[in-house]
C-alpha cells in the first residue's frame, strides 16, 4: 500500500547549551510544550492523534514518550514510542511516523525527538565479582574497537582545512544571527523562561576561532556543535485527514532512507544515504532548492556537502547546528522543523534533510511543497 503523508506543523524549542538555561527541565517538560505547539497550530484534536514516536539518546531506560505524551496531555491512549539511533533519530522517527501512515496504520502521528545532556544519567556498568561499577562516558557503536573511532576523531580525519572548518563556523553563526527574527516563528517557549533564541548564537570572528583549543588536529571548540538540550517535534497526517482539515499547509514527505555505513567514518555515510534518496523518487541533487545539512563538526558537513553534489549556497541558509548545538536525539528533527517553516512560506521548493550518527549511520528525508 503506497499513500503520501504530509507535515502539517512543526515546532521546536530553543537549543541551549548543556548545563544552560534549560539545565533542570526534565525531558518530558522539555517535549511537552512543542507537541502542544504542534497540535495548536492545526485543527486537529489531541484525541486524534494516534501515536507519539520520541528520538532520545541519553535517557536511562524507560518510555520518555509516554511520559512526554501524558505531560503534553495526550490521550492515555497514546502509547508512546521511543527510538534511539543516536543522532539520525530525530529524522528516523519521522520517517517511521510516515511509514506508518502510508502503510493505513496511523492518520495522525507527532514524531521528533528531544534530549537533555545536562539530566543525562551517570552511566556505569557493573564490576565483575563485586568490583565497583565502573563509569563511561559513551556505549560502544561498534564490536570492533578499531573501527569506533570517537567522532572528532573521525571527523579530523577528513583532512578538511582549520581555515575551511573555521570559515564555515563563522558563517553558520552569521547566517543565524541575521536570521534571529525569523527563526523565532519556529521556537515555542519552555517553562518558566520566555527562551525564544538559539542561546549559543553568537558573533563568531576569526580571531574566537583561531583562539579556540584543539580538540584533536584541525578539529577545535569553535568548528565544533556543543553539548545541548533541546526538544523539536513535527505532526504527521495522512492525505486522507489533510483533504478533511480542508488542505492546510504541509509539505510532502517524498522519501527518505537510513542507511548503515563504514562505522569507522561515519561522517561519510549520510552522502549514500542522499544518493539513495535522490535516486529512489527520480531526483538530482540540481533539483533540491534547500539543504539542511547537520552541523556536528564543520568537516562532516563539508564533506557530505561536496561528497553529495550540493549547493553550498543552498545548504543551512539561516545557520546550522555550529550557531546552536547539538541535541542528540532532537538534532535530525530540528532540521525537518528548518525546512518546514522556509518550505511552506515560500509555497514552492524540495528540501533536503540529512544526518549522520556514530556506528556508520546516515539518514535523509526529502520534503517537498
Known sequence: MSKNAYIIAAKRSAVMAQNGAFADIALHDLAAPVIRA????????????????????????????????????????VAGLTIDRQCVGGLDAILLAARMIQSGHANAIIAGGAESASMRPIRMVQGKNGAPPI???????SPFSDQDPDLHVAANAL??????????AMNSHAKAMANRTELRREIVPIGQTTQIDDGFTRALSQT???????????????????????????????EQMLKSLGNPRALNIIGGVTLGGDSSQPALVPIDAINATLASIGLSPQDITQSEIMEAYAAQTIACVDGAGLNPDT???????????????????????????????????????????????????VLGS
Not at 583532512?159 to 564555515?168: F, G, K, L, P
Not at 574566537?208 to 497526517?237: S, Y
Request: charged residues 15%.
Open 38 to 77: 504542534c497540535l495548536h497550530e492545526t485543527p486537529i484534536e489531541s484525541n486524534q492523534i494516534d501515536e507519539i514516536i520520541l528520538s532520545n539518546a541519553l535517557y536511562g531506560g524507560g518510555n520518555p514518550a509516554r511520559m512526554a505524551a501524558q505531560a503534553a496531555g495526550l490521550p492515555n491512549a
Open 135 to 141: 563509569p563511561y562516558d559513551r556505549p560502544a557503536f
Open 159 to 168: 583532512n578538511i582545512s582549520r581555515m575551511r572548518q573555521d570559515n564555515w
Open 208 to 238: 574566537l576561532c583561531q583562539r579556540a583549543k584543539p580538540i584533536v588536529g584541525d578539529v577545535t571548540a569553535a568548528n565544533t556543535a556543543i553539548n545541548a538540550d533541546a526538544a523539536a517535534f513535527v505532526l504527521v497526517v495522512s
Open 315 to 365: 545548504v543551512n541558509i539561516k545557520g546550522g547546528a555550529l550557531a546552536r548545538g547539538h541535541p542528540i536525539g532532537a538534532s535530525g528533527a530540528i532540521l525537518a522543523v528548518r525546512l518546514f517553516h522556509d518550505l511552506t512560506q515560500k509555497n514552492s521548493g524540495t528540501g533536503l534533510a540529512a544526518i549522520a550518527a556514530a556506528g556508520g549511520l546516515g539518514t535523509a528525508l
